[in-house]
């Protein structure tokens, strides 16, 4: 059986109201050894904290995801403070910026970006990092910072995108869209990434890898994205697991 972390996931979305305590639990039992659920915003990151504690095998990021800036209390950093104290929690985020849909405040996904980058300096905690058609902006923001302790998320950048997010230190995770008919561009990033970069996660319950894209995802999906990689690579699917799953370990070092 083949085990593997999920390093992004967001159990608290309301698709798994109906089974979330029975899906975790079984898919736990299934190879999922560990799971770090992403905060969103103020109540997502209070539920990731939540299950956290609920749960031996789930694991807490608390932040601000640049969707969800408007509307931030003015004590988030305090929030956040006092939630990343919890020994679970292991990282900031989701924390970045996105510029997909209209009418996007960039100014201000900019000053929450920014101040949470320095909370988790501050507490020496790694980040997870948003960027959605937002690479000029995102890359110049941690440029300006030198080394970063963290992880792009979802990547959806180009090779060279990614040559420069791993000469900043950092690792790359890849969703089910690797598995896509359309992947080719983030096949290409693929290739650029070495194996001891490389993070897993699903980023459920969106996302779901093929052949079941377009469904509810849920963390035992990985094994698709797994396939997908080992195939690139030309390793064996077990090689894969083993070396993503100490990748995380070393990142998130609250882990375990
Ligand atoms: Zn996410």
Avoid at 2 to 9: N, P, T, V
Avoid at 11 to 21: L, S, V
Avoid at 40 to 53: G, I, K, P, Q, T
Avoid at 170 to 192: D, P
């Amino acid at each position: 059986m083949l085990e593997y972390i999920d390093s992004h996931a967001h159990y608290d979305a309301e698709q798994f109201d109906p089974d979330r305590d029975e899906l975790l639990n079984r898919i736990h039992k299934g190879g999922v050894c560990y799971i770090v659920n992403m905060g969103c915003n103020m109540e997502r990151s209070r539920l990731s904290v939540e299950y956290a504690d609920k749960y031996p095998f789930v694991y807490a990021a608390v932040g601000v995801h640049p969707e969800d800036v408007d509307g931030t209390p003015d004590d988030y950093l305090d929030r956040l403070r006092k939630w990343a104290e919890n020994p679970k929690t292991v990282a900031i985020g989701e924390i970045g910026l996105d510029y997909h849909y209209e009418g996007y405040n960039a100014d201000l996904q900019k000053r929450i970006f920014e101040e949470q980058l320095d909370l988790a300096e501050e507490l020496h905690l790694p980040v997870v990092i948003h960027s959605r058609d937002a690479t000029e902006d995102t890359m110049n923001i941690l440029r300006k910072r030198g080394k970063i302790n963290g992880v792009m998320h979802c990547f959806s950048g180009s090779a060279e995108t990614a040559k420069q997010v791993l000469a900043l230190g950092m690792n790359i995770s890849f969703t089910g869209v690797l598995t896509f008919k359309n992947a080719r561009k983030a096949l290409e990033a693929l290739n650029v990434v070495p194996l001891d970069r490389l993070m897993l996660e699903t980023d459920c319950p969106y996302m779901a890898p093929e052949p079941n894209r377009g469904k509810r995802c849920d963390s035992s999906m990985i094994v698709n994205i797994i396939d997908k990689i080992a195939e690139e690579k030309g390793v064996a699917p077990e090689l894969v697991a083993k070396q993503t799953t100490e990748n995380t370990i070393k990142l998130f070092c609250k882990i375990k």
